[in-house]
């Protein structure tokens, strides 16, 4: 599938991404600046936080509790479309998603 990582200096990078594999490791993999993931994707820390593209927010799925908890100590601004983005799954669905950096 194809995602689309926009930057907040209007920059953006693409990459192809395999099915199975989250969107933080997809980041990293892609060098994609301000996606760290720290914990390595497990819901320990906010360092993935994304915002996702309002045409796509319906498809991403839902917060748990536990996701929403480590939203709250996002550095950048929450939002109603922030994901952490280790808890995306790339998919057949998702082809084409796009993911918004916030500003660091």
């Known amino acids: 599938m194809k995602v689309t990582w926009k930057l907040p200096d ?22 994609v ?9 497990n819901l320990s820390c906010a360092t993935c936080h994304v915002y996702v593209d309002d045409a796509w927010a319906d498809r991403t799925g839902e917060v748990d509790d536990f996701e929403d908890a480590m939203l709250d100590v996002a550095e950048a601004e929450r939002r109603g479309t922030s994901r952490l983005s280790c808890q995306i799954e790339a998919s057949d669905d998702l082809d084409g998603l796009v993911l918004i950096v916030p500003q660091p």
């Open 10 to 31: 209007g920059q953006e990078i693409t990459a192809e991404v395999a099915n199975g594999v989250n969107m933080m490791e997809a980041a990293v993999a892609n060098n």
């Open 33 to 41: 600046p301000n996606v760290i993931g720290e914990c390595g994707g």
